[in-house]
């Protein structure tokens, strides 16, 4: 890695609560969210880290001052957490806060030999460490260096108690505006609301109660017994403090549209099927080279009835979208904040197909009948209320057993179409992700543009080689889009 010979001096810029760029923070003295305190506990200590890559070479002493006008404006990220005896619990303070102790500007060196390889320790190196708790939990690295897909990288990193991947993204999304149009703000789709419980039909209601129950009783399975397989992407106990590698990959969204619309079917199937395609090529290299001295890519080497399953997070907050957040920067207006996020598990089905698009069909399935059920209100139900009848460490104690027990996290989440500039640099691509949880994988997918963009969060010891994960991905869509052009060919002869 390149050495890192000293910081760039900054301007200082201290906010005030008494100040212009303050907003009245009404979280001011209140406790943490029960989830948010969860996130403090061993293995669920969790931060967001993203990653931007600029078009233009980064510029910090512009960058700063937009920042300061744009995130620092919500009150959380000019808060300490602080423990209060009276109640046992950490609540908000609000604090004067010095830009320079969050932004940090390495001075590096122009021509190094692999400016990727740098950028890709530097990130592994601070998922290593937290921030400091003297502090609000949050900082920002400025890299001035071009890479292969950029002309300089911004690197933020939020502790999770501070808010969920979704208002993190609605944020920065707000602190940022279309290329084309410099005053407007960027669009992103609206999910719709897929819920049986709008049907009112008497099969639509069982489903959806029959699915609960399921999907409940193996959640509650998985918290005391029930293990996924022991696999090459299976984490070993305590790996949460391990570094982890960051990869990014990009592949074209208009590929993804295509198989989309000929299966009649969403993107999200789409991506869900492609992952499972990928990791059952990745997964059967891994068996084959220990099965094998020679491990063919012929042959199957995948050991039968493989239990693997998906933490998969769901967004629970009705979403009022990005202009949400901008008017509360800009007007001080109030916004749904912090963490309101559920999950369930999510079966991957691992194992090689003679139809390609059968990962699809069966990923679209099994999406389905997780859309047909209440389990991420029900978990999200169970989380508040253990904390509230038994405190954060048997609640902090029950997620870790369900991460643990499980693989791999995943997460999918639509993005803007707009090309944008994030505090006055065009953005080339975005990546959020996470780090901090017992599990050796996380896949996250956004879009963005024309691109879709896969982010592969993997613990170093347990997945030594984060790209071929990458590379079976991508080849997994070509394989994929492939059938489906030729089973159009076929229709069209």
């Given at each position: 890695?390149?050495?890192?010979?000293?910081?760039?001096?900054?301007?200082?810029?201290?906010?005030?609560?008494?100040?212009?760029?303050?907003?009245?923070?009404?979280?001011?003295?209140?406790?943490?969210?029960?989830?948010?305190?969860?996130?403090?506990?061993?293995?669920?200590?969790?931060?967001?880290?993203?990653?931007?890559?600029?078009?233009?070479?980064?510029?910090?002493?512009?960058?700063?001052?937009?920042?300061?006008?744009?995130?620092?404006?919500?009150?959380?990220?000019?808060?300490?957490?602080?423990?209060?005896k009276e109640s046992g619990k950490l609540k908000w303070k609000a604090t004067e806060?010095?830009?320079?102790?969050?932004?940090?500007?390495?001075?590096?060196?122009?021509?190094?030999?692999?400016?990727?390889?740098?950028?890709?320790?530097?990130?592994?190196?601070?998922?290593?460490?937290?921030?400091?708790?003297?502090?609000?939990?949050?900082?920002?690295?400025?890299?001035?260096?071009?890479?292969?897909?950029?002309?300089?990288?911004?690197?933020?990193?939020?502790?999770?108690?501070?808010?969920?991947?979704?208002?993190?993204?609605?944020?920065?999304?707000?602190?940022?505006?279309?290329?084309?149009?410099?005053?407007?703000?960027?669009?992103?789709?609206?999910?719709?609301?897929?819920?049986?419980?709008?049907?009112?039909?008497?099969?639509?209601?069982?489903?959806?109660?029959?699915?609960?129950?399921?999907?409940?009783?193996?959640?509650?399975?998985?918290?005391?017994?029930?293990?996924?397989?022991?696999?090459?992407?299976?984490?070993?106990?305590?790996?949460?403090?391990?570094?982890?590698?960051?990869?990014?990959?990009?592949?074209?969204?208009?590929?993804?549209?295509?198989?989309?619309?000929?299966?009649?079917?969403?993107?999200?199937?789409?991506?869900?099927?492609?992952?499972?395609?990928?990791?059952?090529?990745?997964?059967?290299?891994?068996?084959?080279?220990?099965?094998?001295?020679?491990?063919?890519?012929?042959?199957?080497?995948?050991?039968?009835?493989?239990?693997?399953?998906?933490?998969?997070?769901?967004?629970?907050?009705?979403?009022?979208?990005?202009?949400?957040?901008?008017?509360?920067?800009?007007?001080?207006?109030?916004?749904?904040?912090?963490?309101?996020?559920?999950?369930?598990?999510?079966?991957?089905?691992?194992?090689?197909?003679?139809?390609?698009?059968?990962?699809?069909?069966?990923?679209?399935?099994?999406?389905?009948?997780?859309?047909?059920?209440?389990?991420?209100?029900?978990?999200?139900?169970?989380?508040?209320?253990?904390?509230?009848?038994?405190?954060?460490?048997?609640?902090?104690?029950?997620?870790?057993?369900?991460?643990?027990?499980?693989?791999?996290?995943?997460?999918?989440?639509?993005?803007?179409?707009?090309?944008?500039?994030?505090?006055?640099?065009?953005?080339?691509?975005?990546?959020?992700?996470?780090?901090?949880?017992?599990?050796?994988?996380?896949?996250?997918?956004?879009?963005?543009?024309?691109?879709?963009?896969?982010?592969?969060?993997?613990?170093?010891?347990?997945?030594?080689?984060?790209?071929?994960?990458?590379?079976?991905?991508?080849?997994?869509?070509?394989?994929?889009?492939?059938?489906?052009?030729?089973?159009?060919?076929?229709k069209d002869d």
């Amino acid at each position: 890695m390149a050495e890192i010979q000293s910081h760039k001096p900054l301007k200082p810029i201290q906010t005030s609560r008494n100040g212009e760029r303050s907003i009245i923070n009404n979280d001011d003295g209140q406790p943490l969210s029960p989830l948010a305190h969860v996130f403090h506990e061993p293995g669920s200590n969790l931060y967001v880290i993203g990653i931007f890559g600029s078009k233009t070479k980064i510029n910090p002493e512009e960058a700063k001052p937009k920042l300061v006008n744009g995130l620092l404006k919500h009150p959380r990220f000019s808060s300490l957490q602080v423990f209060d005896k009276e109640s046992g619990k950490l609540k908000w303070k609000a604090t004067e806060l010095n830009v320079d102790d969050h932004i940090v500007v390495p001075k590096l060196d122009q021509n190094m030999d692999s400016p990727d390889k740098f950028v890709e320790d530097y990130i592994c190196n601070l998922t290593k460490s937290d921030v400091d708790k003297t502090k609000p939990l949050w900082d920002l690295h400025i890299l001035d260096i071009k890479t292969s897909d950029s002309e300089g990288v911004i690197v933020y990193r939020v502790h999770h108690s501070i808010g969920d991947g979704t208002s993190l993204m609605a944020l920065l999304l707000a602190c940022s505006r279309k290329v084309s149009d410099p005053e407007a703000l960027p669009s992103i789709p609206v999910m719709k609301n897929s819920s049986l419980l709008k049907k009112l039909g008497f099969w639509s209601v069982l489903q959806l109660v029959w699915n609960t129950i399921i999907g409940v009783l193996l959640y509650v399975a998985t918290a005391l017994f029930l293990k996924d397989s022991e696999s090459p992407i299976k984490a070993s106990k305590r790996v949460e403090k391990n570094g982890r590698r960051i990869i990014v990959r990009n592949v074209s969204l208009d590929d993804v549209k295509l198989i989309k619309n000929a299966m009649n079917v969403t993107i999200n199937d789409v991506v869900l099927g492609v992952s499972e395609a990928g990791l059952t090529k990745y997964l059967n290299r891994r068996y084959g080279e220990i099965i094998d001295k020679e491990p063919s890519e012929e042959k199957n080497y995948l050991p039968k009835n493989l239990r693997l399953r998906a933490i998969f997070y769901v967004n629970l907050r009705p979403f009022g979208g990005i202009k949400a957040f901008s008017d509360m920067m800009e007007k001080g207006n109030p916004v749904r904040w912090g963490n309101n996020i559920g999950y369930v598990l999510f079966p991957f089905k691992i194992g090689f197909r003679e139809d390609p698009l059968d990962y699809v069909r069966e990923a679209k399935v099994a999406i389905d009948r997780k859309k047909s059920s209440l389990e991420p209100f029900w978990v999200a139900f169970l989380s508040t209320n253990l904390i509230k009848f038994f405190g954060n460490k048997v609640a902090g104690y029950l997620h870790y057993k369900v991460f643990s027990n499980t693989t791999l996290w995943f997460s999918n989440v639509p993005g803007t179409g707009d090309e944008i500039a994030f505090c006055g640099h065009e953005i080339s691509y975005y990546a959020p992700t996470c780090y901090g949880q017992p599990n050796a994988l996380m896949i996250h997918a956004v879009s963005y543009v024309n691109k879709l963009i896969f982010i592969i969060s993997a613990e170093e010891e347990t997945i030594p080689d984060p790209h071929q994960i990458c590379d079976d991905l991508e080849e997994s869509l070509n394989l994929i889009k492939a059938a489906v052009l030729a089973k159009q060919h076929v229709k069209d002869d």
